[in-house]
């Protein structure tokens, strides 16, 4: 899908106001592309296909991009997470990172992202990881480390990383469940 495409359909749509609804067409050199807005929904559609962002009452979102050939990806952001998928992974007494709740679904797979802060010592921090991922391949630098843990088709990294000016570590947490179909060839 072209870059600026979407790019003028959310123009469009901010130009047509906040709250209001309706439809507007925009002429670009790559085509056009129809942008409407309805109650928390904006689509956006082109000859390269469609766009979908739905605002929900929590404060996240989620967008869905369906191109031509029917292939879809969907992001989603959220206020809150879901812990089953972060299972043992959770740094214990961790504070959640506001808004840092990410799921991305594609037809290669799913990934997901959170962050959390905490004020214990980056050796306990990675060494909490390296206990929860056996087989882990660690980096350690500085202040500063990744750890990364591969099986099944299952990737987790780690990153743990000291906040500047602060007494705290930031630690952010990626998984991605590739699909079988999509890991073969």
Known sequence: MKT???IAAAFSILMAGCGSSGETVVKTPDGTVTASKSGDTMTFKSD???ATYT???AGGGKAVYEGKDGEKSTVETATTRDDKVFQGLLYPGAEDVADSNVMVETPQGQNWVTELKSKDSFATIVAFYEKALPGAQVAKF???AVVNHS????IVTVGVSKEEGKDEFSIAISITKVKPEASKG
């Open 4 to 6: 600026s495409i979407w």
């Open 48 to 50: 390269e296909g469609t």
């Open 55 to 57: 605002q929900n009452d």
């Open 142 to 144: 500085d202040n500063n």
């Open 151 to 154: 099986k099944d088709g299952r």
